[in-house]
């Protein structure tokens, strides 16, 4: 699963989507209605114009999928930590974890250091073994 600022950058995404697709739905499918009585009714005979019903059936869809996407991006925006913390608390918080990873970051110089050791005995058990093979082989074609 993403990061909820993964999410809420998605989201927005796709509202900016619906934002565009609603005004283009509205931009290619409206009456060409004039706005005050002095102007003269405009029309475009290549215009898909839907009628009034539908159009106000699907803008309204258009208009409740946006609710619902802006009511999905604030709880996504509630839900990000930090929100509702003071200021102060975020940097005690800060505080608390940068020790945190400062004795962690300790711990595993000091894994790294018993490994190298691990490793170095290891790599000189191997080689006495190896170095007590060949003298045993040596010693047995000598007698």
Avoid: W
Avoid at 11 to 16: A, E, G, S, T, V
Avoid at 63 to 72: A, E, F, G, P, S
């Amino acid at each position: 699963m993403t990061d909820r600022l993964t999410q809420l950058q998605i989201c927005l995404d796709q509202m900016m989507e619906q934002f565009c697709g609603a005004v283009n739905y509205v931009d290619k499918n409206h009456g060409f209605e004039p706005s005050n009585d002095s102007e003269e009714q405009m029309s475009d005979p290549q215009a898909h114009i839907v009628e009034e019903k539908e159009f106000e059936k699907n803008i309204d869809e258009l208009t409740t999928d946006i609710i619902l996407k802006t009511r999905q991006i604030m709880a996504l925006i509630d839900s990000l930590p930090g929100v509702d913390v003071s200021a102060q608390e975020q940097l005690h918080r800060i505080d608390s974890l940068q020790k945190q990873l400062i004795k962690m970051e300790k711990e595993k110089i000091d894994a790294i250091k018993r490994k190298d050791a691990l490793q170095e005995k290891v790599r000189t058990l191997t080689q006495d073994f190896t170095i007590g093979i060949n003298e045993s082989k040596t010693e047995a074609r000598l007698v």
